[in-house]
């Protein structure tokens, strides 16, 4: 469990990034911060492990304050990925998902032997281990950086718009393995996104922030759906444009659900068909999410 | 025509290439002058170059004083440090070394600036202490960058090295003095010529080096470097797994 008790960051260039924000992210659970540019929201995620401290206030982990955590240790337990993956160019991709648990004295053979099976985790041919990152498509690095942040085994995983920079069919898929190996590994998941979209797919908990890092809106995606607190939410979420608001259509071949301006958004399908349905994905979301959850989680570690 | 006859011939006299004046010992003694030269200005100026270019802070201070001491005139300096500490090689390393700084430290800390800043900060936000980053991420990444600096500070060094012999008998540059004052222009041209060759190894060293101290995931990935890159280990080379099929293993 993470805890931010009014935590307030003021740049050196007089920037208030966060202003006397506080929150519970729950254990094995996605918490997503959801902003434009400039709402605070990568500073927050970067104030969990100590990239960034806070002006003032506090962030525990589990009961402990991290402020009395020394960094560098802090950092080799927590997951971390980021946008365009930062894998360290000049080092195979196996040494990059090694490159932690061999920082923490991990022996390299047991470490490399770890990095090709989490290569398995996270859905890259084994082949791949002994490429430079410069070898792979920008989709292949966002898994090594996946892999990477698994390595240690981490209970918390930090990810800074991990799939920002990668076309939209391939971050498609690599949300839904995201999706897949949160069902598998249950970690506590920290994201941080401008796309409201993806923050509504992933998050257990969504966090809508605006500008000065201040939280708009708290709740799950229903929620915030559901009854959006005012008018930048509204916005934000497109409930405004009648994004939001769908209704069904007989058009004679079947029904069509269609949102405010007109726009088809899709079919009406049966709930027990409705695995691909981009409607039904907020609906899956209900269910249980927790480790072992899943009929398919052998591959936890 | 006769410069050039006489420069043959006497680089052609056995009797130059003997002896403790001899081509074959000035040669090596100004090579190992350069190289000495090269090892303490690189002492100096490498820890200052990483620890701005890893702090970011410093810069403006080692530009303004390395662009001040490249226009200290090397002759002045080389004279003025032999009257403080005498006759004999002091001098010339002295004024040498501070010729050879102000590129090797541009290298390092230009070497160390020109890696992605996104690098750096992954580096730092997995959990490696400041140590590790510049040991394991800067130095492998900047060093193209700074050997490129020793590079030219060499160039530099091996042909001011001359002036060594002013105050020492010492070097190439001895030729040069030595047929000045005996109006010896074979010798005089015979002795640059050996500078210029000596300069020429150097710099194809330097340039050999240079390229091979590049981390090869830095040119890898270009379409130039595939099919080097199957050469060099065995699985590297299969052929792009596509996004689509790749979590079949996951299961």
Redesign the interface.
């Known amino acids: 469990m993470i805890e931010f008790h009014s935590v307030t960051k003021r740049f050196p260039d007089g920037t208030l990034a966060v202003d006397d924000f506080s929150l519970v992210l729950p254990s094995h659970k996605t918490t997503v911060f959801v902003g434009t540019s400039g709402s605070g929201k990568t500073t927050l995620l970067r104030m969990i492990n100590r990239m960034v401290d806070p002006t003032s206030g506090s962030i525990d982990i589990d009961g402990d304050d991290i402020g009395t955590l020394e960094p560098v240790k802090l950092r080799r337990g927590i997951g971390y990925v980021m946008q365009n993956s930062g894998l360290l160019p000049h080092r195979r991709v196996i040494d990059n998902v090694a490159t932690v648990p061999m920082l923490r004295g991990m022996p390299k053979k047991k470490a490399r032997e770890e990095a090709l099976a989490l290569l398995d985790t996270v859905g890259l041919d084994r082949t791949l281990a002994d490429r430079y990152p410069s070898q792979l498509s920008g989709g292949q690095q966002q898994r090594v950086g996946v892999a990477r942040g698994l390595a240690v085994n981490p209970n918390i995983l930090l990810m800074d718009e991990p799939f920002g920079a990668v076309d939209p069919i391939v971050r498609a898929e690599l949300q839904q393995e995201l999706l897949r190996l949160q069902q598998e590994l249950g970690k506590t998941v920290v994201f941080v996104t401008h796309d409201i979209d993806e923050a509504f797919l992933l998050g257990d908990q969504v966090v809508i922030l605006r500008t000065g890092g201040k939280v708009a809106q708290v709740g799950s995606p229903a929620e915030i759906l559901a009854n959006p607190v005012d008018e930048f939410v509204a916005t934000f979420v497109g409930a405004d444009r009648g994004k939001r608001s769908l209704h069904v259509e007989n058009h004679g071949d079947g029904d069509i659900v269609v949102d405010e301006t007109g726009r088809l958004a899709g079919v009406l399908v049966d709930a027990g068909s409705s695995g691909h349905s981009s409607a039904a994905s907020s609906e899956s979301k209900a269910g249980p999410r927790g480790p072992g959850a899943s009929a398919q989680g052998g591959d936890s570690r | 025509m006769t410069f050039l006859l006489e420069t043959l011939a006497w680089l052609v006299d056995p009797a130059n290439w003997v002896g403790s004046g001899g081509i074959p010992t000035r040669l090596a003694q100004h090579l190992l002058f350069t190289l000495v030269t090269l090892v303490v200005a690189s002492v100096i100026a490498v820890p200052i170059g990483f620890l701005i270019g890893h702090t970011g802070r410093g810069r403006g201070l080692a530009v303004a004083t390395s662009g001040a001491f490249r226009a200290i005139p090397t002759l002045g300096l080389l004279t003025l440090v032999a009257l403080w500490v005498g006759i004999g090689l002091n001098a010339p390393y002295v004024a040498l070394t501070i010729l050879a700084i102000p590129p090797i430290l541009a290298g390092a800390y230009t070497g160390f600036e020109a890696i992605d800043r996104?690098?750096v900060?992954?580096?730092?936000?997995?959990?490696?202490?400041e140590a590790?980053i510049v040991l394991?991420?800067e130095v492998?990444?900047g060093l193209p960058l700074l050997i490129g600096g020793i590079r030219s500070a060499a160039l530099q060094v091996v042909a001011t090295a001359t002036l060594a012999a002013y105050i020492a008998d010492f070097g190439l540059g001895r030729y040069l003095f030595a047929g000045l004052r005996t109006r010896d222009y074979g010798e005089m041209l015979g002795g640059s010529i050996l500078v210029i060759l000596l300069a020429i190894v150097l710099e194809g060293a330097f340039a050999l080096v240079q390229k091979l101290v590049v981390?090869?995931?830095?040119t890898?990935?270009?379409p130039t470097d595939i099919r080097d890159?199957s050469s060099r280990?065995?699985?590297?080379m299969?052929p792009?797994?596509e996004?689509?099929n790749?979590?079949?293993?996951?299961?």
């Open positions: 996104k690098i900060d992954a580096a730092r936000a997995v959990g490696m202490s590790q394991r991420v492998p990444l981390p090869r995931g830095v890898a990935g270009l890159g280990s065995r699985p590297v299969e792009t797994i996004e689509g790749s979590h079949v293993h996951s299961t």
